[in-house]
Structure formats: structure tokens, C-alpha cells
């Protein structure tokens, strides 16, 4: 396993079969571990976010079937349960799949359910070459973002995109930290990112922790500060790109886009090729995940509106393609931002 990846480690025996994760509900006040030795606890993670982002997703959906084989459980089932744990961040369900795809073969093609040491240890060796891939994926998305960031850059971001969501340095905060390490970041402005606050709880975490000269701010204060001129470039992440270039990602990101748009700064888009669904054929076709009430009633425990108070809350937002100035991959930059585009991208990779 990469040794950048914290967010997640695999537990084999005698101390596992069991996932680890890094408690990221809990930070920045406490770093602690939760340790899943079954399905229902790693659903029931992955539901609230104690493990989130999209190639993290990814990693842990794979893990999962690792998990579930070598405990012997039924793991067409699980597979199936962890995939539906989160709806719109496709990677979740993406990594599922190529897990379960070799959990398979390791029966030889009989059609019959492989010996469990057998297939365990192909889901898991699929797993771990998940996280490798990532982690060289997020390497090659920083070097190729790093052409976009001008000198001296005032960057804004939103939700959170590092080491927490990756097996690697992240997506756009990948990209975030090479412009720092390579002395073009002047600032990096951080959206707080309502309701569950992940820019910042998350991002100024680890941005504090790489010594990246950074300022928190009010989600509805990103259109006074690109106004004032003080933003150069906008970096986001995405949880599932449509066939025709729409991202869904944390909500909030839609408004930034437009806010962008409207102030002539380049709104940058940073995912793997694995975040690309061609089975998704637009923007209109995402299934967006709404979360419970509470997020949004309360704010770090404590309500924040009476009672019974109904609320709107959905985990995402899509951004049309028409918005997007650049989608940066492992395997280049996109531009423009078109279906043609992206369809040259699953061609070259063979997807």
C-alpha cells in the first residue's frame, strides 16, 4: 500500500480482517481510527463520511470486497450493498466492480464461487493496485494542473480534495500543493463549505500541516472576494463527470462556477479518468444523494434553527460543462471541457 495513504489502511490477520480509517468526522479537534470488521460497519462509515471523497471511495469500496471475502460472507451482497452506500460519487461503485470482477475470476471462469483464501486475495490485490493507481494518478494530475497556476496565485477552493480523499496527494489540492511547492502560491482561499464544513475542518487541516499560507472563509463571502479581484484561479474536485462534461460535486461548487464565470477567472476541474461516467449521458442524469435535515439545523452539534425546522440539503450540485474552463487528468488537460473531448479521453485510455 502507498505510504502517503492514511485515510485508509488495510488490517490483515491476526489483528484484521479489517479496514481502517482515519475518523474524519472527528477532525481537526481529535485523529482517531475506526476500525470495520464487517460490511454493515464499513456502510455505515462510508454513509456518514467518516471516509469520503471520490478515489478514496473508490479504494475503500474495493477494500470492502476484500473485506467481505476473506470473512467468507456472501460478497455479490455486500459488493451490492457498499456500491449503493453513496449514489453520486461513482468512483464508490466503480471500485466495487473492478473488485468484484476479480473476486470472480479467481474462480477460473467456472461460474461458481472461488475458495475464499483464493478469492480474497485477488480482491484484495486488486484493491491495493486501486490505491497504487490513485496515488500515481494524483502524482500525474499535479504536474499536468501545475501549467495552469500562474505566478504569484491567489487560488480558491471548495469542499476538500487532499491526501483525505486519496491514496495519494489528492485532486485539486494535489495540484494546490505543487503550485505552493514550486513557489507560485501566494494564498490559498479556503471555502468553509457548508453545512459539514469539510474545507474548514478538512482542507485548512491539511493545508496547516503542508505550511501552505492559507485563510478560511464564509461560503457566501466567495462573491465579495472574487469581486475585490483577489482570486485567480478556482480548483474543485468532482464525485462523477457526465458523458457531456457536467460534474457533480460538493454543493456549492455550481454557484462558485457561475461566481467565476461572471469575474472572468478560470474555473479548473481536477478528477481521475475514473470519475468519468460515459454510462451518464449528462448533467440532468446524476443521481444527486440528499442528506438528512440535521446537517443543516445544527452546526457542530448545536441547532441553528427551531426545531423541527425542515431543510433542503443535497451532498451535490452540477456544474454544465459550459462553465468549466479546463478538466485536468492523469492523462492531460481538457480543453474545452466537451463531450468530443472527454470521448478522445475514454478512447486513449481504452475505458
Not at 492514511?6 to 482515519?22: C, E, H, M, Q, S
Not at 469581486?227 to 462558485?256: C, F, M, P, Q
Request: hydrophobic share 50%; net charge negative; proline share 7%.
Amino acid at each position: 500500500m502507498t505510504p502517503q495513504m492514511t485515510a485508509l489502511r488495510w488490517l490483515d490477520p491476526p489483528d484484521g480482517p479489517a479496514i481502517v480509517l482515519l475518523d474524519q468526522t472527528r477532525l481537526p479537534v481529535e485523529e482517531s481510527y475506526l476500525t470495520c470488521t464487517d460490511i454493515p460497519q464499513l456502510v455505515d462509515a462510508i454513509g456518514r463520511l467518516v471516509v469520503r471523497g471520490a478515489p478514496m471511495l473508490g479504494v475503500a469500496g474495493a477494500f470492502g470486497v476484500g473485506l467481505a471475502a476473506a470473512r467468507g460472507d456472501d460478497v455479490e451482497a455486500a459488493a451490492t450493498a457498499i456500491a449503493a452506500a453513496r449514489p453520486t460519487a461513482v468512483n464508490l461503485s466503480w471500485g466495487v466492480r473492478r473488485a468484484l470482477a476479480a473476486w470472480r475470476a479467481a474462480a477460473g471462469g467456472t461460474g461458481l464461487v472461488p475458495a475464499r483464501n483464493e478469492g480474497a486475495k485477488a480482491a484484495l490485490a486488486e484493491a491495493r493496485a486501486i490505491a497504487e493507481q490513485d496515488a500515481a494518478a494524483s502524482a500525474a494530475m499535479a504536474l499536468h494542473g501545475l501549467e495552469l497556476v500562474p505566478p504569484g496565485a491567489r487560488i480558491l477552493t471548495h469542499c476538500n480534495t487532499g491526501g483525505l480523499v486519496s491514496a495519494g496527494a489528492g485532486t485539486a489540492f494535489a495540484v494546490i500543493l505543487a503550485a505552493y511547492q514550486a513557489g507560485r502560491l501566494e494564498r490559498l482561499w479556503v471555502d468553509e463549505t457548508r453545512p459539514l464544513l469539510q474545507g474548514a475542518r478538512l482542507t485548512a487541516w491539511e493545508a496547516r500541516r503542508a505550511g501552505i499560507p492559507h485563510s478560511v472563509l464564509a461560503d457566501g463571502a466567495a462573491g465579495s472576494l472574487l469581486a475585490a479581484g483577489e482570486v485567480d484561479l478556482v480548483l474543485t474536485g468532482a464525485d462523477r463527470i457526465a458523458a457531456d462534461g457536467s460534474v457533480a460535486n460538493k454543493v456549492g461548487t455550481y454557484g462558485l462556477a457561475v461566481l467565476a464565470r461572471h469575474h472572468n477567472v478560470p474555473f479548473v476541474v481536477v478528477a481521475p479518468v475514473s470519475t468519468v461516467d460515459f454510462a451518464t449521458p449528462d448533467g440532468r442524469s446524476i443521481t444527486v444523494e440528499y442528506r438528512p435535515a440535521s446537517e443543516v439545523a445544527n452546526l457542530a452539534g448545536h441547532p441553528v434553527a427551531p426545531a423541527g425546522t425542515e431543510a433542503y440539503n443535497p451532498a451535490f450540485d452540477v456544474t454544465p460543462a459550459e462553465l468549466i474552463t479546463a478538466l485536468v487528468t492523469e492523462e492531460g488537460l481538457i480543453h474545452p471541457v466537451t463531450p468530443g473531448n472527454l470521448r478522445v479521453l475514454d478512447a486513449a485510455t481504452c475505458r
